[in-house]
C-alpha cells in the first residue's frame, strides 16, 4: 500500500498478526506503537491477554544510526518507553 501509514484506520491494522516496521522517522515509530499497544487487552488479574499481543518487528534508520528490535506490548518495554536511545 502507498500511503502514509497514519492514513489507514487502527482497524486495518488489527488483521495482522504481527506488524513489521522499516520507518524512517520517530514520529511514525510512535504512532505505530500507540497502535500497537491500544490492541493490547488485559485479563481480570491484570496480566496481558496473550491473544491481543500484536508483535512488532521495528527495523529503521535515524539518520545514520539503524537498528532491529521485536517489542511484545505489554511484555517488553514499547518504543515510547526507549526513545531516549535515539
Not at 488489527?14 to 491500544?38: K, P, T, W
Request: glycine letters at 8%.
Amino acid at each position: 500500500h502507498f500511503m502514509r501509514i497514519e492514513d489507514k484506520p487502527d482497524e486495518w491494522y488489527r488483521q495482522f498478526h504481527i506488524i513489521v516496521l522499516g520507518l524512517d522517522s520517530l514520529e511514525a515509530r510512535s504512532y505505530m506503537n500507540a497502535v500497537a499497544c491500544s490492541f493490547l487487552e488485559h485479563n481480570e488479574d491484570g496480566s496481558p491477554d496473550p491473544s491481543t499481543i500484536k508483535p512488532v518487528v521495528d527495523g529503521g534508520t535515524e539518520g545514520f544510526k539503524g537498528h532491529a528490535r521485536v517489542i511484545l506490548p505489554g511484555m517488553t518495554p514499547c518504543f515510547q518507553s526507549t526513545m531516549w536511545l535515539f
